[in-house]
């Protein structure tokens, strides 16, 4: 398809089939259409189409997207598309256009509405604006909706205008001529229309319009008008009652300096707690949407008044009692969680001790609040009677009912400091041994009567486990003995497994209660519901880490144990229970290591060796892959702390050194299968960082291993190891062989000629995962060996290569070769890279000229690359790292940046932007190098940044290339 629609048809009718085409199924025709319409949006011709099909007889959704695209014209290309001469005449037609809409379709309206604002932005000659507008749609009834809608939709237009491509000076000027000095008037013909009839004071709009203008307007030029009578009126109509709410709210937050509005403040407290009634009329009504927005209403408030309430809770508190009501009549879980930052927020005060008598005032609230969270967190019981189906079928409810207990939650533990947490866990008390009381008798083993009651406060008590501090001696001990004696029905189960797995570093202050809980975990293994393994296995997993020493004793049971469950669990599990048992291994006495690793591992690698064997489909090299990851876990777990001393050995290295040629030969049986070569590649990777100098013994063959495994199998995976290597045997290591250091840079540069000579053979496009992992490899050996890397003969290639892997449009490659250029561009910069630090200041400053005459030789195709792809190619992720690679450049070379800036913009196609752009885009960068202000030369980044957005917005990519800006291809020769 042509750039920018050069070549192409862009008629109504052949914009309408192009729209017709996307309502149909055919997705590679859909796909063509709507590249078709994205070129037709760009090119200089919509702006005549999309007009053309506004004054036609076409549907509303193509009149809608004519709209769109007109918006989308006047705020990028009004600048280069439309002579000066001729904007005058496109506020014409926009007003002509709006008139003929006044009545709808609403959404066509506002986006004309929008186009108008964006353009009343950008004509700064046009000074009247609002009076141009109200006389050009006239004063009859139909035109109301119209000057309400642009009036709304102005302010949030101007607050969005760094989009539109003024200067920040012309922006604040324009704001303030059309937010600032319009301000009086708006709230004027406000009050005039609001007035005007019965009707236009329950107008939905007028409200959506006072909202969107009370950013603008002084919080009490509203509440000293006529229009605070008039919105709170609203909400006596079923119609305006939301967006009045809305409006209120938005005042309340208008207030939230308390000291600034406090006369305000007393002037909305009483006449919003007056609005406190309507929320038992709405429960009875069933009207779900106004009790929403009534609730959100009196959050909004209390959120805003948080510190007013701390400060004077006795004449706040009829509002936190309103909260408290809308929260208590929820019986269908649809409002409250509107509640939950309002009580977060006045929590955050109360817990501070210059308002400790508020939190006394205020503590009966929060203790009814925690009775109200009990009931809510009750899970539903069915109508149909199943058990097994809780939610009717209505799995989008179960999930919602999932993540709405997560969140209440988090607002048990705003309550457990307010209250203290022994309070809170009373309540769980007494909510068990209520629900023993009623119904224990009749619970067995098929049947548990009304175990939601139950199960409720076990879920609280999970919830506030992080609250528990281990010396709590008053509510737990009652309550541990009791949770091994709940009923097996499947959820009590799973929530007494979690309270459990909760409660771990508690238990571990309380050994005498460990004994009973590792037994009820242990033997939830023996059910069939897999929910229950999957939560014991995780308990499993917490028990072992924080009670490892209590269980030492165990040592050799737990490996019978976890030797005969392994096999049964799903691979999370597996890799859970496996971290907990390591956890138990890795506290044993140093002399028992070896012998442990060797009981509790040697099963997996025959397990290992096993799979590997059999391993002759996809599935079963797969399994290879999984089960590795157990033992990698042993190798990240057990580490001697404090090392040993070298002359005595590692023990656990002792081991490892044993398991490496399984290993080895593992990774050499399935060379062409990624995941078992990156799984055995991130077992010896940990091996390197977890055991880091004692390592020495295993250092050659891994190194061996590696470049062979590199040079046949062209994976990344084995530049992960290289890396991890060079960080823990760096020259600024302590007690590293300085021969050790000297190997391990040579295995660098050998790892580094070999993707040199594979990246000269393909593409960057050809293989992004190598290209990420190099890169990331090539930071370490920079951060590292620098006084080794960068007078090497290689550190130009890989700049080079750096450069060339700058036209992907992938993120990760991108993101890793970004990050390498950006530490390059430190090492020239005035201020200290970390790796100096180890450097004498004559080495140091070799390097940084060494880097400098680099940039300077290859900075111009670095800026090319970079604006190339900010502007046309890179993914939005990558445009920090850019654009601050940029800066780097402006800071140490900025007249020569200044020159390669300039160059590029001027190699853009022809057609996509004028010289008189580039031209205001250079005295930009030219002034704020020229004031010598670090802060004003950092904002350089946010120019580039803002206009490579517009380009990047105003023009579709070039699919014949990139023209002058297209990338070389990388050669390299060593």
């Known amino acids: 398809m042509a750039t920018n629609g050069a070549q192409l048809a862009f008629g109504p009718g052949e914009v309408l089939q192009a729209m017709l085409t996307m309502r149909g199924g055919d997705s590679s025709k859909k796909m063509e259409a709507h590249e078709y319409l994205e070129s037709f949006q760009k090119s200089p011709i919509a702006w005549t189409t999309t007009i053309t099909i506004l004054q036609s007889n076409a549907e509303p959704d193509v009149k809608l997207f004519a709209a769109t695209t007109l918006r989308g014209k006047i705020t990028y290309d009004l600048a280069t598309q439309v002579p000066p001469s001729e904007i005058l005449a496109v506020r014409t037609q926009l007003l002509a256009l709006l008139k003929s809409f006044a009545l709808g379709p609403k959404p066509i309206r506002v986006q004309l509405c929008v186009c108008l604002a964006i353009l009343a932005i950008q004509m700064q000659s046009w000074k009247d604006v609002l009076p141009v507008v109200v006389s050009s749609l006239g004063g009859d009834v139909e035109s109301h909706a119209c000057i309400l809608d642009f009036l709304r939709v102005l302010p949030e237009e101007v607050t969005d205008g760094r989009k539109i491509t003024l200067t920040d000076e012309e922006l604040s000027q324009r704001t303030t001529e059309l937010l600032g000095q319009n301000a009086p008037e708006v709230v004027q013909l406000l009050i005039n229309y609001a007035q005007s009839s019965p009707a236009a004071a329950t107008n939905p709009l007028l409200f959506e319009c006072i909202t969107s203008w009370l950013r603008e307007i002084p919080i009490n030029d509203i509440v000293k008008s006529p229009l605070l009578g008039v919105v709170f009126s609203a909400l006596g109509s079923d119609s305006s009652f939301q967006a009045a709410a809305e409006c209120i709210s938005t005042m309340v937050k208008e207030t939230r300096e308390i000291d600034d509005n406090i006369e305000t403040i007393q002037i909305l407290l009483p006449m919003i707690i007056a609005l406190r009634p309507k929320i038992q009329k709405m429960v009875e009504e069933g009207d779900t949407e106004s009790y929403k927005s009534l609730t959100k209403l009196f959050a909004d408030a209390g959120a805003s008044w948080a510190v007013a309430i701390a400060r004077e809770p006795i004449h706040f508190r009829p509002l936190v009692e309103a909260i408290l009501d809308c929260a208590a009549q929820d019986k269908e879980r649809e409002v409250i969680e509107y509640t939950f930052d309002f009580w977060y927020d006045l929590k955050q005060y109360l817990v501070l001790e210059k308002y400790i008598q508020a939190r006394l005032e205020l503590v009966d609230v929060y203790a009814k609040l925690v009775d109200i969270l009990l009931k809510q967190l009750e899970y539903p019981e069915p109508e149909s009677g199943d058990e097994k189906d809780l939610f009717d079928g209505d799995r989008e409810a179960e999930e919602k009912f999932r993540e709405?207990?997560?969140?209440?939650?988090?607002?048990?533990?705003?309550?457990?400091?307010?209250?203290?947490?022994?309070?809170?866990?009373?309540?769980?008390?007494?909510?068990?041994?209520?629900?023993?009381?009623?119904?224990?008798?009749?619970?067995?083993?098929?049947?548990?009567?009304?175990?939601?009651?139950?199960?409720?406060?076990?879920?609280?008590?999970?919830?506030?486990?992080?609250?528990?501090?281990?010396?709590?001696?008053?509510?737990?001990?009652?309550?541990?003995?009791?949770?091994?004696?709940?009923?097996?029905?499947?959820?009590?189960?799973?929530?007494?497994?979690?309270?459990?797995?909760?409660?771990?570093?508690?238990?571990?202050?309380?050994?005498?209660?460990?004994?009973?809980?590792?037994?009820?975990?242990?033997?939830?293994?023996?059910?069939?519901?897999?929910?229950?393994?999957?939560?014991?296995?995780?308990?499993?997993?917490?028990?072992?880490?924080?009670?490892?020493?209590?269980?030492?004793?165990?040592?050799?049971?737990?490996?019978?144990?976890?030797?005969?469950?392994?096999?049964?669990?799903?691979?999370?599990?597996?890799?859970?229970?496996?971290?907990?048992?390591?956890?138990?291994?890795?506290?044993?006495?140093?002399?028992?290591?070896?012998?442990?690793?060797?009981?509790?591992?040697?099963?997996?690698?025959?397990?290992?060796?096993?799979?590997?064997?059999?391993?002759?489909?996809?599935?079963?090299?797969?399994?290879?892959?999984?089960?590795?990851?157990?033992?990698?876990?042993?190798?990240?777990?057990?580490?001697?702390?404090?090392?040993?001393?070298?002359?005595?050995?590692?023990?656990?290295?002792?081991?490892?050194?044993?398991?490496?040629?399984?290993?080895?030969?593992?990774?050499?049986?399935?060379?062409?299968?990624?995941?078992?070569?990156?799984?055995?590649?991130?077992?010896?990777?940990?091996?390197?960082?977890?055991?880091?100098?004692?390592?020495?013994?295993?250092?050659?063959?891994?190194?061996?291993?590696?470049?062979?495994?590199?040079?046949?199998?062209?994976?990344?995976?084995?530049?992960?190891?290289?890396?991890?290597?060079?960080?823990?045997?760096?020259?600024?290591?302590?007690?590293?062989?300085?021969?050790?250091?000297?190997?391990?840079?040579?295995?660098?540069?050998?790892?580094?000629?070999?993707?040199?000579?594979?990246?000269?053979?393909?593409?960057?496009?050809?293989?992004?995962?190598?290209?990420?992992?190099?890169?990331?490899?090539?930071?370490?050996?920079?951060?590292?060996?620098?006084?080794?890397?960068?007078?090497?003969?290689?550190?130009?290639?890989?700049?080079?290569?750096?450069?060339?892997?700058?036209?992907?449009?992938?993120?990760?490659?991108?993101?890793?070769?970004?990050?390498?250029?950006?530490?390059v561009l430190g090492w020239a910069t005035e201020y200290s890279a970390s790796s100096y630090e180890h450097l004498s200041a004559s080495v140091a400053e070799q390097l940084r000229n060494l880097v400098k005459q680099l940039i300077l030789a290859q900075g111009e195709v670095l800026v090319k690359r970079l604006l190339a792809g900010m502007m046309i190619t890179f993914p939005k992720d990558c445009f920090a790292d850019a654009s601050g690679a940029l800066l780097s450049l402006f800071k140490t070379f900025p007249d020569q940046s200044t020159v390669w800036v300039d160059r590029t913009l001027r190699l853009l196609p022809e057609g996509t932007i004028t010289p008189t752009e580039v031209d205001r885009l250079m005295v930009k960068i030219k002034e704020k190098l020229g004031t010598n202000d670090t802060g004003d030369v950092r904002q350089i980044r946010s120019i580039l940044q803002d206009f490579t957005n517009t380009y990047r917005r105003r023009h579709v990519a070039p699919r014949d290339g990139l023209g002058a800006l297209e990338g070389s291809r990388f050669r390299f020769v060593g």
Request: proline share 6%.
């Open 404 to 823: 709405f207990r997560h969140l209440m939650g988090d607002t048990l533990k705003d309550c457990c400091e307010i209250m203290g947490v022994s309070e809170c866990l009373s309540k769980v008390l007494d909510g068990i041994k209520l629900w023993m009381q009623k119904y224990a008798s009749m619970a067995n083993d098929t049947l548990v009567p009304h175990w939601q009651q139950l199960e409720a406060p076990l879920f609280a008590m999970r919830a506030m486990g992080r609250m528990v501090e281990r010396d709590e001696n008053s509510i737990l001990p009652q309550l541990m003995p009791l949770l091994v004696q709940m009923p097996a029905q499947e959820k009590l189960r799973f929530a007494t497994i979690m309270v459990l797995g909760r409660y771990t570093e508690w238990t571990a202050f309380h050994p005498e209660f460990l004994s009973p809980q590792f037994n009820y975990i242990v033997s939830s293994f023996e059910t069939d519901s897999k929910e229950i393994v999957r939560a014991a296995a995780m308990a499993v997993k917490y028990f072992c880490t924080d009670c490892k020493h209590l269980l030492s004793e165990q040592v050799v049971q737990l490996q019978q144990f976890y030797d005969q469950i392994l096999d049964k669990l799903p691979e999370l599990s597996q890799e859970e229970i496996t971290e907990g048992v390591a956890n138990v291994v890795s506290v044993q006495p140093t002399s028992e290591i070896y012998r442990l690793l060797k009981v509790f591992c040697d099963p997996l690698v025959r397990r290992l060796m096993a799979k590997a064997n059999n391993a002759t489909d996809n599935d079963g090299k797969l399994a290879v892959a999984d089960h590795l990851q157990l033992i990698t876990i042993f190798v990240q777990s057990v580490v001697i702390l404090p090392p040993v001393e070298p002359s005595h050995g590692d023990p656990a290295v002792k081991y490892w050194q044993e398991v490496f040629p399984i290993l080895s030969k593992v990774l050499e049986s399935f060379l062409d299968f990624p995941p078992i070569c990156e799984r055995v590649c991130r077992c010896w990777r940990f091996m390197v960082i977890s055991h880091r100098g004692a390592m020495a013994p295993i250092l050659p063959d891994m190194a061996n291993q590696l470049a062979s495994g590199f040079t046949a199998s062209k994976q990344g995976c084995f530049l992960w190891v290289t890396g991890a290597i060079l960080r823990e045997f760096s020259d600024d290591r302590e007690h590293v062989d300085r021969a050790m250091t000297e190997h391990i840079y040579v295995f660098f540069e050998a790892q580094t000629t070999n993707v040199l000579r594979f990246l000269s053979e393909l593409s960057p496009h050809e293989l992004p995962d190598v290209t990420e992992d190099f890169f990331r490899l090539a930071v370490d050996g920079l951060l590292y060996y620098p006084q080794k890397f960068v007078p090497s003969s290689l550190f130009p290639p890989v700049f080079e290569a750096a450069l060339s892997v700058l036209v992907l449009e992938q993120r990760e490659p991108l993101s890793a070769t970004l990050h390498y250029l950006r530490d």
